[in-house]
């Protein structure tokens, strides 16, 4: 019996075994995933070949990227079949065609900024653009700010620092712009995501969560927002309830619509969750999942080995309304 996530609007079904490597190959973590408008799924992964493709059915078409990336960590599809790789171990953020040309470059490669030092990059996490092409960067583990360039790469001002105050950050890891210019920020040992104005000024915002890492805003104005959210690492509440891995489905204002999880504790289990690090949704609604599954695991399960095979890309696929009509929990499908 196929496993369930969610509920009502935003009840998904997993595709179990998604993603066929060639022979031989393996992933290692999937730091980020994107979509293009053909529903082609671009995995940015921490293996031997940092961008491997597929079709929507999972079916492995190319990869690129091999002797370019040092550690992959962010995914933003661009509107003219572009892709912007962030970089942290690299300290760089590279806008591509989608068959790995080079087409700009931010940042120094291999020379990080000094550490908090609000200049860019110290293993920056993310990027995002705005309506007209501004980018946004979010700076990240070694820094607690965002940047703001032209569209040619030229930058124009940042924002934030070392906090927990609105405006603040304590590790920003992730970033979206919706069609309004609201600039949303997944600061992550905050446990919450800030909203801003297009010139960094704080707006609002939203504390229900738990280590948001993966952030996905929809396309569109008041935008439906996926977040991926990490589970707790110290030993006294790695196994407590309601704290993750989950993904989370809100919507602009932050209101809570749905939660996907089908226990509520880490695991390997189809539908279960070790670290949703990056999310995206095709032109279907389906929902596809990238996870630094291995990673995690020495924080998640320290007395455990990783498993050879251990997932970190899942494909969650959009249940029609008309049969997701009566909510289904997801720990009573699973069999």
């Known amino acids: 019996m196929s496993v369930i996530l969610g509920q009502g609007e935003y009840t998904y079904r997993v595709a179990e075994g998604w993603g066929k490597l060639p022979p031989g190959w393996r992933f290692g973590d999937v730091a980020a995933v994107g979509v293009d408008r053909h529903d082609r799924v671009y995995a940015f992964n921490r293996g031997e070949h940092p961008m491997c493709v597929f079709d929507r059915d999972g079916n492995f078409i190319k990869s690129w990227g091999e002797g370019v990336f040092n550690r992959a960590h962010g995914v933003h599809m661009g509107p003219d079949d572009t892709i912007y790789l962030t970089d942290d171990g690299d300290h ?12 700009l470059e931010i940042g120094i490669p291999g020379r990080p900024a000094p550490f908090m030092g609000l200049q860019p990059f110290n293993r920056c996490t993310h990027t995002a653009l705005s ?12 820094n607690a700010c965002v940047h703001k360039y032209s569209p040619d790469g030229k930058r124009l001002f940042s924002w934030g620092e070392p906090g927990t105050d609105p405006g603040q950050f304590n590790l ?27 010139n960094g000024k704080y707006e609002a915002q939203w504390v229900n969560m738990h280590r948001p890492s993966g952030l996905y805003v929809m396309p569109g104005k008041c935008p439906i927002c996926f977040l991926g959210e990490i589970g707790p690492y110290l030993h006294f509440n790695r196994n407590a309830p309601n704290l993750g891995p989950r993904i989370s489905v809100v919507d602009h204002t932050g209101k809570l619509l749905a939660r996907l999880n089908v226990t509520p504790s880490a695991g390997t289990k189809p539908g279960q969750f070790t670290s949703p690090h990056g999310l995206c949704v095709d032109s279907r609604g389906d929902l596809y999942v990238a996870e630094v599954a291995f990673t995690a695991w020495p924080s998640l399960f320290p007395d455990k080995p990783a498993p050879a095979d251990l997932r970190s890309l899942q494909k969650l696929e959009k249940v029609p309304a008309e049969q997701a009509a009566t909510p289904v929990r997801a720990k009573e499908s699973v069999k």
């Open 131 to 142: 309506p007209d092409g501004h980018i946004y960067v979010s700076d990240g583990y070694g």
């Open 92 to 103: 760089t953020v590279r806008k591509c065609t989608l068959d790995g040309k080079i087409l």
């Open 172 to 198: 920003p890891h992730n970033i979206g712009c919706d069609a309004d210019g609201w600039v949303y920020v997944a600061d992550r040992e905050n446990h919450r995501v800030q909203v801003f104005d297009g």
